[in-house]
């Protein structure tokens, strides 16, 4: 009876691994097919948001941005700019042409919101002025709260602020760009201080440049 019952585990055990072993691979192989497509379609997504918050300009990736922004980066996730900007990440920095010479950057970031990350898109000018804002992705936000942070009559309230202020958010709806105030998302304060930490970040990375 003993051995039976031996016999049996092993054969569970081999079992199991077995099964393991396949469903390992056949993720491994659905990851391998989907990879590229996933990375091509949030290039395309990143690519047209740049042409929608820097218009009429051309963009292109340059080495000494690229190390700056790392090591920027680095500061930032130390609290060596601000201990309360720890989690903005400054994902990639491209320069923005226009009419054959540089005019800005376009940017694109994340801070953490109420579920998750919330990633922008950002143009700001050569002098340290937001031109463009669109969410990327909000959509760990919670639904008709957080994620409402996509829609311009919100996000636009950024467009005009500039690298000499230090961006805040109000709940009483008196938000200005006099003295760069954002009026909160209605109960997503979560979601809007994000938002505004990053473009914060973005902003005083724009302004290390000069």
């Given amino acids: 009876m003993a051995n039976n019952e031996k016999s049996t585990l092993v054969h569970d055990a081999i ?93 694109k970031a994340s801070g953490k919101g109420y579920g998750g990350a919330v990633t922008i898109a950002l143009g700001i000018t050569n002098e340290g002025e937001v031109l463009g804002i669109q969410i990327l992705d909000a959509s760990n936000e919670t639904p008709g709260l957080g994620q409402n942070s996509t829609k311009e009559d919100w996000n636009g309230q950024y467009v005009g602020m500039t690298a000499s202020q230090t961006l805040s958010v109000v709940k009483d709806g008196s938000g200005s760009k006099d003295n760069g105030t954002i009026n909160s998302i209605s109960g997503a304060t979560i979601t809007s201080s994000a938002v505004t930490r990053t473009v914060n970040v973005a902003l005083k990375f724009v302004a290390s440049q000069q």
């Fill in 15 to 107: 079992a199991l691994f077995i099964i393991t072993l396949v469903a390992g691979v056949l993720l491994g192989a659905v990851y391998m097919i989907t990879k590229d497509p996933i990375a091509q379609a949030e290039e395309k997504a990143t690519n047209e948001a740049y042409a929608a918050v820097y218009k009429d300009a051309e963009f292109a990736s340059d080495d000494a941005l690229t190390q700056a922004l790392n090591s920027f980066q680095s500061d930032v996730a130390a609290g060596n700019i601000d201990a309360s900007y720890t989690d903005v990440e400054l994902v990639e920095a491209r320069t923005a042409s226009a009419g054959g010479s540089q005019a800005g950057y376009v940017i």
